[in-house]
């Protein structure tokens, strides 16, 4: 199992263009999320999944979207970045009810110059 | 004021000493609380969780919950420079809902 994978693992954008940050899991997890951890923040949930074809917002979901298609993937799409955008992003899984224990991707580092 | 409250630190200790991390937090509805552990430039892993009030044990590592004053602790024994890492409380309200609220993280360096 190589469990959850992210890429790119590092980014550098412009103000203005848009990327998808991948992200796949193979442990059949139903729910799958999106954080961002920024320092002195800690993590913050962006959007999250419970299902393929179900997605909701997190605690600061305003910039990017999310769409669910297939169990194994979860992409983030930044639609404008900006520089408040750049931070190191996680993609987590767990199976649907088991929230407890979360299993994270090793993390995309983006900068937004 | 953030819901989950936690000492960034860093907190550095001499090898074998016993640590203690703590989060306060203000939202009486969670029920699930759990620390996280990230080694530098790694995901967060899950090290233990516990479920409403009280303490649980396993190997070298304690955690403690008092609802009553929004109080949760982990504690490290005998410890080791492969504890070095940031240690991440997260918390959540019910059993139907997987978004966690993290706290900021506190970073630890045991010494040899």
């Known amino acids: 199992n190589a469990g959850v994978t992210q890429t790119p693992k590092f980014q550098v954008l412009k103000t203005g263009q848009s990327m998808t940050l991948q992200c796949a899991q193979d442990?059949?997890?139903?729910?799958m999320s999106w954080y961002r951890q920024d320092p002195g923040m800690g993590l913050r949930l962006i959007h999250y999944s419970v299902g393929a074809g179900i997605t909701d917002q997190g605690e600061v979901p305003n910039g990017y979207n999310v769409s669910r298609s297939t169990t194994e993937d979860f992409p983030l799409r930044l639609l404008s970045a900006a520089p408040s955008q750049t931070s190191v992003y996680f993609c987590a899984s767990s199976p649907r009810g088991a929230y407890n224990e979360q299993f994270f991707g090793p993390g995309t580092r983006l900068t937004v110059l | 004021q953030k819901e989950v409250e936690q000492d960034p630190g860093p907190l550095s200790v001499p090898e074998g000493a016993i640590v203690s991390l703590n989060c306060t937090y203000s939202n009486s509805a969670f029920q699930y609380f759990m620390w996280y552990r990230q080694y530098s430039r790694k995901g967060p892993e899950l090290l233990m969780y516990t479920y409403s009030s009280g303490n649980k044990e396993d190997g070298r590592f304690t955690a403690q919950v008092d609802k009553s004053s929004k109080y949760i602790s982990l504690f490290i024994r005998d410890s080791q420079p492969s504890d070095s890492a940031t240690y991440l409380c997260?918390?959540?309200?019910?059993?139907?809902?997987?978004?966690?609220?993290f706290g900021q993280g506190t970073t630890l360096q045991v010494k040899p």
């Open positions: 442990m059949n997890h139903e729910y």
């Open positions: 997260a918390m959540r309200v019910s059993s139907n809902t997987g978004k966690l609220i």
